[in-house]
Every structure is written in structure tokens, then in C-alpha cells.
């Protein structure tokens, strides 16, 4: 993921996780009471219904309508095939064309914004959509959205206040984007009973090696090749690697750098790359010598000469990652959904599974629920055909049914209902991301990971309560999977740190702060400070990757050194400031949230 949705979502799949232990994949989709595909207002399989009116009335849906999604969330390029797949083509006769910078590279946006043609739905960054509204490309959707049945309950406490802060390119209040991974708790609640970002191990391997008590970084590295040396392999021969690394995430800095930041308090800010900025409002530069940047490049530049990190890491992307995930080829996880590879009950029945660690010297910074999103955007391209019927399916995606499917798949097959009329999983459901179990004919067949929607991206989140079971769509939180995960891993490891979860942990010992999640305009560059930003970018990742990898301290220390002098000279100043700018306002913003909390 780039930038920083990728923030859980850069991720390349949205997992659900269990407490402690993950069980099913988030970014699927959900079923709902009258199971795969044949909700409410549903066609059966195979019949595409000709004017039936799921929300905007009146829309034929008896033509095939290809869309093209630019999608800057996606990990998949090409058409949405699979279950997902065959779910909109059978309700809506709808196919999606998925467009993804992050596997065809970051020209496609140049290319298709120069052409004034970016597609017909839109994922994009907030400062894409500040170029993009002035250029004319995005659809005013304010009366669109007003028939709607699901989106238009959100337009007044989430979509018109994101959309009004875009002040210059939206003078008249209208409603052009709908934020991603809205959350509907308020906006300075977290939810989660992880942090995004904190130390995960597998639990059976730090036992393994006598869970030594881990005070700062040194002791983690220690940990690491400990466990390395007693489990060099996988019961079948599979290496595995203490540290594994990946470059197709890199946005305006090093990714896998920026996350591990957040251990120690520091964040950066979506829509800066050159700062990074704690709870108390602290700005600083990512080239200070100080900075937890820097810190972080040498955690990994000292890991790596321990031979802690994967060797694979310049090379490899993350499909090669989470296939190592899976296989539980990793020892150091530090998405909290990255355990939703390996993590199931059965597993943590048996004590095995990836788990939080604390690290006692670190001091998590860890944003709330997105209330108003997550920096990226739904939008409609103004060149759209048809648009009525791709709001009508951003609708549906909101819809109780279509959360359903998204965030757990589908009724009946990973997932049922209990008595009491809430949901469980199924044993089906609990392992069908990790095995890619197979779905039956009738639902589209292949396997259940491949046809997950590719969309990799949600208007309204999984932190929105189903209205049917008053619980939220996220299965690590029904209380029927919560019960299902007393299992001996999570009790063990609730008994050895005398807390719930993870997030009550280090909420108790005062090791996080939780700053409300702001997202906001914050302006577009400058066509001057564009290019320099661009060029400053290119340089801190390769510079970043060149000093994990030195040779020596001697060597690291060099790159730095030239690193700071050389950024200077390609603008870094200009970009600075803008940054700086950006980050006075989030501070304010957040104060202000706090305020009125």
C-alpha cells in the first residue's frame, strides 16, 4: 500500500481477526439472511434482474454494464472475477474493470488524469481529488446521492463535513467523494483490540525460547535470532526468516519503516512525506538526525547484520510476503491484520498463533476509529456512463447485505445464524481465507480468497453496527466469535498480561496515545512542489533500502549524511513547509476534536 491507507488497507486484504487469533478475511464480503447472492431483492444466480430498484428506483439493469474502476487501493489488476464476481453480475449485471497503480505503477495516474479520463468509479487519495475536482473529472453526486437508501443516512454527520473542508475546490458545499472505511462510533473512539501497528510474534515460538521479558529493541532482535536458531524451518522444509520486508508499498518514504515508527509515537501524516509528527504535536523532519525515522533504518540495518532479515526483502512484493505469512514463515508481524494469514482457532486451540508482544520502552501512537475516513475516496468520474447504476452499487456496498458480504462473505457458507439471532462463523468461515477453500458452483466457484472482491476497499467500515444484530460487521467482535476464541492461546496469553486485549494492555501500562483520526483537505501540491516531492521521495526509499543493507556503519552513516545534503538540493525546503502546514492543521484539528469530545 502506498500512502497511507494503506493504513490498514494498504493492506491487501482486510482480515478479520479474532481476539488474538485471526479467523476469516474482512476484505471479502458478507452474505446475508437469505444466503449468496439471493438476498433481498436479489436475482438467483445467473438472472440479472431487469428493473428491480435496490435503492435509486427505476434502474434497468437488463444491458451488461462494464465498469472501470481506478482503484488506488487494489492489489489486482483486471476483471473482478471469482464469487464477488459472479454476486454483481447476478445482481446488478454489472463487471468490474479494476484499474491498480500499485501493480501497473504510478504513470497510470498521469496518464489517465492528462487524458481527462481517470474511469467511471474512482478510489483515490484526498489530493488526488483536490486536482481532480478542479480539472472537472469527478461528478457532483449531491442529488445522486440524496435517493438513496443506505449512503444518504450518512451524507449529514460523515460525508458533508469531509466534503465542505474541501473549501477551494468546493466552494458550493457539494457532495463529490465519499471517504473510505467510514466508521459510525464517533471520532475519537478506537474499536479495535489491537493497534494497527505493534509487535505480533508466534506465540508458541517466544515460548519456545523462554518469553524473555523484551525492554527496547536490542531485546527483540535477540528474541528474533533465538527463535530463528530453533526454528530454522517449517514442519515441511519451508525456511523462515525473522524479519521479511517488501518494496511495492513505498509511497513517500519507506513503508515498512513509517509503521514501525508508530511503536515509538511517531506517525506521518497522509498527504506529507517528509515529516512525522507524535500526540503532543511535535514535528520532525524524517531526515533529522533525531528522528524515529532514522532510528527505525538503523533497527533494520542492525537486524539485517544480525541475519534477521529476509534476503528476498529488495526483491520481493507482498503477494510473496503473505504467501510466507500464511505458511508462517515469518517471526516478526507488525499489521494487525497480518495475523488473519495464519491465526485460526483450531490453531489457537493448540497454543499457536501470532500474538501481540509489547515491547516495555515503546509508546504506541495509534489514530481512532476513521470516523470521517481514512484518506482515500469513492468517487464518479464525470465521464461515467450510466452513473445512476454505479451509485446504486456504491449504495448496495453500504447496504447491510453488501457490508455483509464484503467484510465476511456469505451466509450459509462462512457464516450462519445463531439463535439468538446474531451471527457465527462457521468452521468453513473460520479458515476459508487461509485455505482458499473452494465455493460451491452455485456461488461462482473457484476458491474463496480468490474471489474475494479486489475492490480491496469499503465506503462505510466494519466498525458500523449491523442493524440486524446490533453488532458490529467485523467478526473478530460478534460475541460469538469472542467465545469462540477462549481458546488456550488466548487465555494464555490474557493470564500473562493480566489484560483482555492487546489495546487494554497497553491502554493500562500507559504505552499508547489515541489521537483522533483526522481527515481533512489539506491541499494540493503546487505543480513545483509536485515534482520536488516526487523526486525527494525516489530518493529517501532508495537511500532508505541502501542503508538497511550496508555494508557497514560506516557505509550507513555515509548514506545518511549524503542523504540530508542531497535532499536540500532537490527542494526539500519547499516540501517541508507545505508539510508543516499540513501537520498545524491536523494538530489544531485534533485539539478541537478532543475539545468537544
Known amino acids: 500500500m502506498r500512502t497511507h491507507i494503506k493504513l490498514g488497507r494498504k493492506s491487501a486484504l482486510l482480515l478479520g481477526t479474532a481476539i488474538l487469533l485471526v479467523t476469516t478475511a474482512l476484505s471479502g464480503c458478507s452474505g446475508n439472511s437469505n444466503n449468496g447472492g439471493t438476498a433481498a ?61 500499485q501493480v501497473a505503477g504510478d504513470q497510470l495516474y498521469k496518464t489517465r488524469s492528462a487524458s481527462g479520463d481517470l474511469g467511471d468509479l474512482l478510489i483515490i487519495e484526498n489530493s488526488q481529488l483536490e486536482e481532480l475536482i478542479p480539472a472537472g473529472m469527478i461528478m457532483d453526486l449531491t442529488d445522486l446521492i440524496k435517493n438513496t437508501e443506505h449512503l444518504s443516512k450518512y451524507v449529514d454527520n460523515h460525508f458533508k463535513p469531509f466534503n465542505v473542508a474541501f473549501e477551494k475546490q468546493n466552494p458550493d458545499g457539494k457532495i463529490y467523494a465519499l471517504p473510505a472505511f467510514t466508521a459510525d462510533t464517533s471520532p475519537t473512539t478506537f474499536s479495535e483490540e489491537l493497534p494497527y501497528s505493534s509487535p505480533i510474534l508466534p506465540w508458541d515460538y517466544y515460548k519456545g525460547i523462554g518469553a524473555p521479558k523484551l525492554n527496547n529493541l536490542n531485546d527483540l532482535m535477540t528474541a528474533l535470532k533465538d527463535m530463528q536458531a530453533k526454528y530454522p524451518k517449517t514442519p515441511d522444509g519451508k525456511p523462515i526468516v525473522p524479519i521479511t520486508l517488501w518494496k511495492d508499498w513505498d509511497g513517500g518514504s519507506m513503508e515498512n519503516v513509517r509503521w514501525l515508527s508508530n511503536w515509538y509515537g511517531y506517525e506521518q501524516p497522509n498527504g506529507t512525506t517528509t515529516i512525522q509528527l507524535n500526540a503532543k504535536g511535535d514535528i520532525v523532519p524524517i531526515v533529522d538526525d533525531n528522528s524515529m525515522y532514522k532510528k527505525i533504518l538503523q533497527f533494520y540495518y542492525d537486524a ?129 481465507f487461509q485455505e482458499n477453500t473452494p465455493v ?158
Not at 459472479?86 to 491498480?100: M, P
Not at 501500562?509 to 501540491?525: A, C, F, K
Not at 512542489?529 to 525516489?538: H, L
Open 304 to 432: 539485517n547484520k544480525m541475519g534477521l532479515v529476509d534476503p528476498d526483502s529488495p526483491s520481493q512484493d507482498w503477494t510473496k510476503v503473505s504467501e510466507k505469512l500464511t505458511n508462517k514463515q515469518v517471526l516478526l508481524l507488525w499489521y494487525s491484520w497480518q495475523r488473519g494469514f495464519y491465526n485460526t482457532i483450531e490453531r489457537g486451540n493448540q497454543g499457536d498463533g501470532n500474538v501481540a508482544v509489547p515491547i516495555a520502552d515503546s509508546h504506541l501512537i495509534q489514530n481512532s476509529d476513521a470516523y470521517f475516513g481514512n484518506g482515500r475516496v469513492f468517487a464518479i468520474g464525470s465521464k461515467a456512463k450510466e452513473p445512476e447504476r454505479i451509485m446504486e452499487l456504491m449504495d448496495w456496498m453500504s447496504s447491510p447485505e453488501g457490508l455483509r458480504y464484503y467484510t465476511n462473505g456469505f451466509e450459509g457458507f462462512n457464516y450462519e445464524k445463531t439463535p439468538e439471532g446474531k451471527f457465527k462463523l462457521t468452521e468453513v468461515g473460520q479458515t476459508a
Open 440 to 597: 460451491p458452483d452455485e456461488y461462482g466457484g473457484g476458491g474463496y480468497q480468490d474471489g474475494q472482491s479486489k475492490v480491496n476497499s469499503m465506503i462505510m467500515s466494519d466498525f458500523v453496527v449491523d442493524p440486524e444484530t446490533k453488532e458490529f460487521y467485523n467478526s473478530t467482535y460478534w460475541a460469538s466469535t469472542i467465545e469462540a476464541n477462549k481458546t488456550a492461546l488466548t487465555t494464555d496469553w490474557q493470564k500473562t498480561y493480566d489484560a483482555t486485549t492487546p489495546t487494554e494492555y497497553y491502554q493500562k501500562n500507559n504505552m499508547i496515545d489515541i489521537v483522533p483520526n483526522i481527515n481533512t483537505s489539506l491541499g494540493s501540491d503546487s505543480s513545483d512542489v509536485k515534482n520536488k516531492r516526487s523526486q525527494i521521495s525516489d530518493y529517501v526509499k532508495n537511500t532508505s533500502w541502501k542503508m538497511i543493507f550496508a555494508k557497514d556503519q560506516a557505509q550507513f552513516d555515509q548514506l545518511w549524511t549524503k542523504l540530508k545534503s542531497d535532499v536540500t538540493g532537490l527542494g526539500w525546503d519547499d516540501v517541508f513547509a507545505v508539510d508543516k502546514e499540513r501537520a498545524d492543521k491536523i494538530v489544531k484539528m485534533r485539539a478541537d476534536a478532543i475539545a468537544n469530545k
Open 41 to 101: 431483492g436479489t436475482a438467483e444466480p445467473g438472472t440479472p434482474t431487469e428493473s428491480s430498484d435496490p435503492g435509486t428506483g427505476g434502474i434497468d439493469h437488463s444491458k451488461p454494464l462494464t465498469i472501470t474502476v481506478f482503484n488506488n487501493a487494489a492489489n489486482y489488476q483486471g476483471e473482478q472475477t471469482g464469487w464477488y464476481g459472479k454476486l454483481l453480475k447476478d445482481k446488478f449485471n454489472i463487471t468490474l474493470n479494476i484499474l491498480a497503480p
